[in-house]
């Protein structure tokens, strides 16, 4: 048994001829990521607080579909989703509709520490978050290698900050103009891909749209606690996915991989759905049937992966 950590940065219909300037930031902010989570795990962070840590620097870049960069509603503006779970307790926490709070994920996580309620909503939830607000600022990472094995440079949660911005900080240029790609084609557009030829189109998805998910991070450590948190919502919660995968686990015997794999293969539509998963004894896997998932894992025996494409991996 050892500690294992996996996180996205969405799956879908991903080119293979996405343009290095788009796909060399990516491949660094999963590495950066990784990186982090994995010196706070060796630091001795709970899986809550590693989980919440790597989801708030997703939601931080602006290259994923999470907090700064997250997709435009039809009117401009942003409205945000996380949820977060503590597989020791069961406990979870979840909010939606947030603008003007940098970390969703946080937020989530007070939900499930500090109410006795599982979700909060828009204004309630903004409202909530300014209540808990920590009067110290997040501090800030000088050097992902300067927190290796480093508990001091890793600061107690309480510092990792509640900060509220305006809600213009989330809106960057690359997502006013696909905002404007999608309103011209008609269609909903999710993703950070390039527009889709019209001589690609009977490729893409059926409705034409291109779908990629949003972030998220999945944990345990060297003692068999789990955590896992996600920063916004998809269509894959009605899938059910994770709790077909602990089912085969549980009730017919299967290993993670051949579980996750299966679900994924077998009990999702075709080019729909990726899986970041872990073990309690410290498996990892990370399933898709996309054509792509910007993806990383690593585990205690020093196994490691960054990864776009099923067969070009990034390290």
């Not at 998963?277 to 049937?289: L, Q």
Request: net charge negative; hydrophobic share 40%; charged share 25%.
């Amino acid at each position: 048994m050892g500690w294992a950590i996996a996180l996205h940065g969405g799956a879908g219909d991903i080119p293979r001829s996405m343009p290095p300037e788009r796909r060399e930031p990516r491949e660094a902010a999963l590495r950066h990521c990784l990186q982090i989570g994995v010196d706070a795990i060796k630091a001795g962070r709970s899986p809550l607080d590693v989980v919440e840590l790597v989801v708030r620097e997703l939601e931080d870049n602006p290259h994923f579909n999470a907090g700064k960069g997250s997709v435009l509603t039809s009117n401009g503006t942003v409205e945000m989703e996380a949820c977060i779970m503590d597989g020791n307790t069961k406990k979870c926490g979840a909010v939606s509709g947030i603008s003007t709070v940098k970390n969703a994920i946080s937020v989530a996580r007070l939900v499930m520490e500090k109410t006795p309620h599982i979700y909060l909503g828009f204004d309630g939830a903004e409202a909530f978050a300014r209540e808990q607000n920590y009067s110290v600022p997040r501090v800030l990472y000088c050097s992902s290698k300067l927190l290796r094995a480093s508990s001091w440079l890793i600061p107690p949660r309480e510092y990792w900050g509640m900060e509220t911005v305006d809600s213009s900080h989330f809106i960057t240029p690359e997502n006013i103009e696909r905002l404007k790609q999608a309103k011209a084609a008609n269609r909903v557009q999710i993703d950070y891909t390039q527009p889709i030829p019209k001589a690609e189109e009977e490729t893409s998805l059926p409705n034409g749209d291109s779908q990629i998910g949003t972030v998220g991070c999945v944990v345990v450590d060297g003692y068999g606690n789990l955590a896992a948190a996600t920063s916004t919502g998809e269509a894959i919660i009605r899938a059910t996915v994770a709790r077909d995968v602990a089912a085969l686990m549980e009730y017919k015997g299967l290993s993670l991989k051949d579980a996750a794999t299966y679900v994924i293969e077998e009990c999702t539509p075709e080019r729909t759905a990726g899986l970041i998963a872990v073990s309690a004894t410290g498996e990892v896997t990370m399933p898709f049937n996309t054509v792509g998932m910007f993806r990383a894992c690593a585990t205690e025996d020093g196994d490691s992966e960054v990864a776009i494409w099923h067969d070009e991996p990034c390290d």
